[in-house]
């Protein structure tokens, strides 16, 4: 699949917007599994002054039994300049070596899961060069 | 201070338990390339070894402070387009923890959202001033749901356990003083208690 290589925009008004096109990927877990739908999800990036990374994320879930399920997260990541380069130039790094949290929310009209749109979740993200995965936990 | 990972049920006291939810792998690059995930077990992450190194897959967390906020009179703007809203304002209240302390100035407020699944939605602006003068905006977003009975007696202004109830809140930090520049740039995770004269959260950082 060709997909569309991140859209750098540059200096905007709050820090440094890069806006990552989410062309597919797959999720798992005890009670829900499917794949990332490959078209319109895309996280908002945006690189402030203070050195964070603000991410902004909205895609679209589909379970393996055909339900759609909307996600988005806010999240920070963080970390030695050393190691954000590395990030930066695509080489895997340990992610124990940088903060990088968030905070998904959920949104779906499918009763079997609708307990998401009832939960506060937080993930722990661990950025691929081929893309990021996350480890998403529910706050009981 | 660090804790082990909150699904350890010996640590729930002041903190919060969590579960896996899942795992989501994202391909911006190449799609199909991430990922297929090993095995259905709830901690696939073992299975993972670049992320199982370290707390990029154990999220381990601390105390950050605890808010007390005092609630002023509710302004019931009724049935609205996404539910029934009430405004509940902040009249003032405090917060203590291990790195600040302070009180809560006049001013905010919480626009409640009472969505059509019963579930409050929470959406609270602050202004945090530490005793030592620095100013820090304080928002988050959060739920609140249970059983009928329950939210009942929470409506009537009575004294509920908070165990009864989710209660469940992400808040935000702003600030400009270096002092607590760290509040810029943590995720942090709230656990609620509806009291008669307002709420308390319990506020966790999120390692």
Known sequence: MVVPPPQKLGAVPHGTRVIAPITGGTFEGPRLRGRVLPAGGGDWTLLRSDGVLELDLRLTLQTDDDALIFMSSFGLRDGPPDVLAAIGRGEPVDPSRYYFRTAPRFETSAPRYAFLNRVITIASGDRRPTGPIYTIEEVL | ?207
């Open chain 2, 1 to 207: 201070m660090t804790r082990p990972p909150l699904g350890d049920p010996d640590e729930r006291d002041g903190g919060l338990d969590r579960r896996e939810l899942l795992k989501a792998a994202a391909a911006p690059v190449v799609a199909g390339v991430v990922c297929v995930l090993a095995g259905s077990s709830q901690r696939a992450a073992a299975a993972d070894p670049p992320a199982a190194e370290g707390r990029g897959s154990a999220m381990n967390s601390k105390p950050l402070m605890t808010v007390r906020i005092l609630a002023g009179t509710p302004q019931k703007i009724g049935a609205v387009a996404h539910g029934s809203r009430i405004i509940v304002p902040v009249v003032g209240g405090d917060f203590e923890g291990p790195r600040l302390r302070g009180k809560v100035l006049p001013g905010g407020a919480d626009w409640l959202l009472q969505r059509s699944d019963d579930v409050l939605e929470l959406d609270l602006r602050i202004t945090l001033q530490t005793d030592d003068h620095a100013t820090i905006f304080m928002g988050f977003q959060g739920l609140r749901h249970g059983p009928p009975e329950v939210i009942a007696a929470l409506g009537r202004g009575e004294s509920v356990d908070p165990s009864a109830y989710y209660f469940r809140t992400l808040p935000r930090f702003e600030t400009s003083a270096g002092k607590y520049a760290f509040l810029n740039r943590i995720i942090t995770v709230g656990a609620g208690e509806t009291r008669p004269d307002g709420a308390v959260h319990r506020i966790d950082e999120i390692l």
